[in-house]
């Protein structure tokens, strides 16, 4: 059920992602692991309050919880425009910082700052300038986040 769980998220079938997750939720509600990825891509196809609430349990059930499951507080607070927050999230390990840094550093101005993540980020994907918004897509899912964090990239001086 949880995987295809996430093979309904990889194919953006928002409504069969949901069903799905709705039941793996069910059968195991105590499961850090698949409670935090579920959360995570609930808050991604829209279902922010519940999909905070899930990494919020599966992270005080797995003390010792995984970096990406800061991925959730990080777009929170991005969202809402606190991008000095966003950027105490620290997750060296994943791609999605160097992303984050940089989005959040150009919402802030910080120039330097927000040109060095990006390099690190394109370091890693050498094509994102071309496939950035692609890339995005697979794990924000819906466009108002590629959205919102590429007119971070974009003041951060990646070109448009």
């Known amino acids: ?3 295809m769980a996430m093979v309904y998220f990889a194919r953006l079938q928002k409504t069969q992602f949901v069903s799905e997750a709705s039941r793996v939720l069910r059968m195991n509600p105590n499961n850090a692991n698949s409670t935090a990825a579920l959360g995570m891509h609930l808050w991604m196809t829209g279902g922010r309050d519940q999909g905070k609430h899930l990494m919020e349990k599966a992270m005080a059930l797995n003390p010792h919880h995984p970096g990406w ?15 000095a927050d966003a950027l105490k999230i620290n997750t060296p390990e994943l791609y999605t910082d160097r992303l984050f840094r940089a989005a959040a550093y150009g919402q802030l101005e910080h120039e330097n700052a927000g040109i060095s993540a990006l390099k690190e980020l394109i370091s890693l994907f050498p094509d994102f300038k071309s496939r950035g918004r692609e890339i995005m897509k697979r794990v924000f899912f819906l466009d108002e986040h590629v959205d919102m964090l590429w007119d971070g990239l974009e003041k951060a001086g990646i070109e448009k």
């Open 1 to 3: 059920r949880f995987t």
């Open 69 to 83: 499951c800061f991925m959730v507080s990080y777009c929170h607070h991005y969202r809402n425009g606190e991008f």
